[in-house]
């Protein structure tokens, strides 16, 4: 049962972010607010979910700004409170139907939801370019934000998605995505969260990829003190696929909790997560990564691989991967490492006339390499880079 010193929503709350919505999506806030009191808040052994900002019930959520450009005649991408007046019947079968509500987090933005992005990419269409979204946070608000992405049968879509806010601001965020990948689509989700150093986030991000469908996600995190974020890709369909190529960079006393797991259903599904982080200063990052292959996914194939590189000797990282295996006829496996940068490397490199900071970018840049060559997306390849490229600090 949930401790009695959490605070929980109300139905008072949720009346006061429901406004005119359909009573569909009421009906799940209810939903939601009648199962929050019987859970509880993450387990963690190192994250203090009980302190964190984003736990928190005492308003109404405020909504962040939404920004898109470059929309093709046909797509939707818009601010999801506008959705639900112009596109309810897209949204009614999927929107808070993918994130489970598996604890109080869950629940609570599930009850409390407010604004975000939807995205909508109709059956047989291929985009030449990416969707660009941004979600703006301002001020020190609570925000419970949703991106919904729905990628129709055959599709082929990039949708990028912006975290941002104001420098000195420390806006608490509880928020969500969901994705859906329906037969035969092929889709590349990629965010960049670059929230204010005060700020405190949880988002996990969920998805359902249906049969010979593929679902990339291509996820960067460099900002905020406190960054929640599991992400949770069930392979439903036969043949279907996922990836995940993820990035992180913590410096002075960022902490990061990080979990990826890819869930097989059906047969002949492929999964691979790839992941790196840098840590310098007192950043500490928790990664976990679990492969889980269902009875009767025969011919699946997991693999996971994290690695992390701590440029100071105050830098900590905790990796714990993970398989849990049901069905015999497949292929699986893990490799996770943590380790400084080596020193005779960095004096070398200094002992050619390359300045220490300098150095330390090119040692960043090439423990990147491989990951960054694995991303299809040149003008994401050299953000990313970029971003890793202004961190780095002697």
Not at 6 to 22: C, H
Not at 214 to 237: E, F, K, M, P, Y
Request: hydrophobic share 45%.
């Amino acid at each position: 049962m949930a401790s009695d010193t959490l605070t929980f929503p109300t139905r008072a709350q949720v009346e006061a972010v429901s406004g005119l919505e359909p009573q569909w999506l009421r009906d799940r806030r209810l939903e939601a607010l009648e199962e929050s009191a019987a859970l509880a808040l993450p387990m963690s052994k190192t994250t203090r979910f009980a302190d964190a900002a984003f736990v928190q019930a005492g308003a109404a959520p405020s909504a962040p700004e939404v920004q898109a450009a470059d929309v093709p005649a046909g797509v939707i991408l818009m601010d999801l409170r506008e959705a639900l007046g112009e596109h309810p019947d897209l949204l009614q079968p999927h929107l808070l139907t993918v994130l489970e509500r598996k604890n109080l987090l869950h629940a609570q933005h599930a009850a409390l939801t407010a604004g975000g992005i939807f995205c909508y990419v109709p059956k047989d269409m291929e985009l030449t370019g990416p969707l660009r979204a941004t979600l703006n946070f301002t001020g020190d608000a609570y925000y419970a934000p949703h991106v919904l992405f729905l990628a129709g049968p055959r599709s082929r879509c990039d949708l990028i998605v912006e975290l941002v806010g104001e420098d000195g601001t420390s806006p608490a965020i509880n928020g969500a995505v969901e994705v859906v990948a329906e037969e035969g689509a092929q889709v590349r989700y990629i965010e960049f969260q670059r929230l204010p150093g005060k700020a405190q986030g949880h988002w996990p991000r969920r998805a359902t990829v249906g049969r010979n469908a593929s679902l990339t996600w291509i996820l960067n995190d460099i900002g905020a003190r406190l960054q929640v974020a599991d992400t949770r890709t069930d392979l439903i369909g036969d043949g279907a696929e996922s990836r995940v190529l993820a990035t992180f960079f913590g410096g002075r006393r960022q902490h990061f909790d990080f979990r990826h797991v890819a869930v097989h259903v059906g047969q002949h599904t492929a999964s691979d997560t790839q992941a790196r982080g840098v840590l310098q200063g007192r950043a500490r990052a928790v990664y976990n990564a679990n492969t889980v292959i269902r009875p009767h996914a025969i011919g699946t194939s997991g693999w996971q691989h994290e690695h992390t590189l701590m440029l100071s000797e105050t830098a900590r990282a905790d990796l714990v991967p993970e398989l849990e295996i049901d069905e015999w006829d497949v292929k699986a496996g893990h490799a996770a490492s943590a380790g400084p940068v080596d020193p005779m490397q960095l004096y070398f490199m200094m002992a050619r006339g390359i300045p220490e900071v300098e150095a330390r970018r090119l040692i960043v840049y090439g423990f990147l390499s491989s990951l960054l060559d694995s991303i299809p997306l040149a003008e994401v390849r050299e953000r990313i880079a970029q971003l890793f490229h202004e961190k780095v600090e002697v």
